[in-house]
């Protein structure tokens, strides 16, 4: 992923970790008052803990114009070396493709984005031309509605043996690959999919959401999504570790210790797999 898989991968060995906070804020759950008042506090208690952040776009937008200026002082208070992904689900045709992207990676500066590939290369596009930013594809989501459609079965017009739809928008992710900078989303909490992903796409950086609060096994996630180095493994939690603690006063030591406990889970992992990159 050119720059951003390069910053990706420095974060990972500097804090030793494959562990992505999402920054969701509900208001409701908030032990503080102030969406950029409890991100900040987050940050600060995890930032040596994490190879990256990602806000969900919905949050802030649903907070109106003051979720938005919570979301832009957030990003703001992000250290520079780890790698932001702005998790947003974008997917639309022609000038509005462009829009979205332009939105994603000028305005808001994110390194990496999420973007449906429902509609095919020309929604797609727009993003893969920022050759030093991330495109996470949405391939194997992690909620339980994902059978729905994900698990058809189908053959391409082109020929070839009948495969799950996930595994075609994974395959067709290959061919867009060109510069490098296209990953998936796959969800923690269908390991044995992830499992047939890393198969199709050895290198390719994967974003693994569903651990934590959607019951995603976190052992398996790492053995399954990282890749031969044992790293490509984006493994986010945001509600375990946001809402650790209800106390105004200790929620942000109670989400370092949560998150310290998460990675030293993973670390451990990459250890009975002997990934080269950790420290020992």
């Known amino acids: 992923m050119a720059g951003f898989l390069e910053k990706l991968e420095r974060a990972c ?13 509900v208001p409701e759950r908030m032990p503080v008052p102030g969406i950029y008042e409890f991100n900040r506090q987050i940050i600060d208690a995890t930032h040596d803990l994490v190879c990256a952040y990602k806000p969900n776009l919905a949050f802030y937008e649903a907070q109106g114009l003051e979720g938005l200026r919570a979301l832009e002082k957030t990003l703001a208070a992000i250290p520079s070396h780890i790698p932001v992904i702005g998790d947003a689900k974008r997917g639309d045709i022609g000038p509005t ?5 332009k939105a994603m990676y000028e305005v808001w500066g994110f390194d990496a984005a999420t973007v449906n590939p429902y509609l095919g290369r020309d929604a797609v596009e727009p993003f893969l031309a920022y050759r030093d930013r991330g495109v996470f594809l949405v391939c194997r ?13 189908s053959s391409p017009p082109f020929g070839g043996d009948p495969r799950p739809l996930y595994e075609w928008v994974a395959l067709k992710a290959m061919t867009w690959n060109e510069a490098g ?6 969800g923690a909490t269908y390991p044995d ?3 047939a992903l890393r198969e199709l796409c050895p290198d390719m950086p994967f974003l693994i959401p569903g651990l934590g609060a959607q019951g995603g096994d976190l052992e398996r996630s790492v053995r399954n999504g990282a890749d031969g180095r ?3 493994a984006v493994l986010n939690v945001s509600r375990q570790v946001l809402y650790a603690s209800a106390d105004p006063g200790k929620f942000a ?13 993973m670390v451990q992992v ?3 797999m002997e990934a080269p990159w950790l420290s020992s």
């Open 181 to 186: 900078n296209v990953g998936l989303v796959a």
């Open 193 to 195: 999919e992830l499992t």
């Open 230 to 232: 044992g790293l490509g």
């Open 141 to 153: 989501t992690s909620n339980p509605g994902a059978r729905e459609f994900q698990d058809l079965i």
């Open 13 to 25: 060995r500097t804090n030793q970790s494959l562990l992505c906070v999402g920054l969701d804020p």
């Open 97 to 101: 493709a462009v829009a979205y992207a």
């Open 270 to 272: 990459l250890r009975e």
């Open 253 to 265: 030591a109670a989400a370092r210790a949560v998150a310290q406990d998460i990675r030293g889970q």
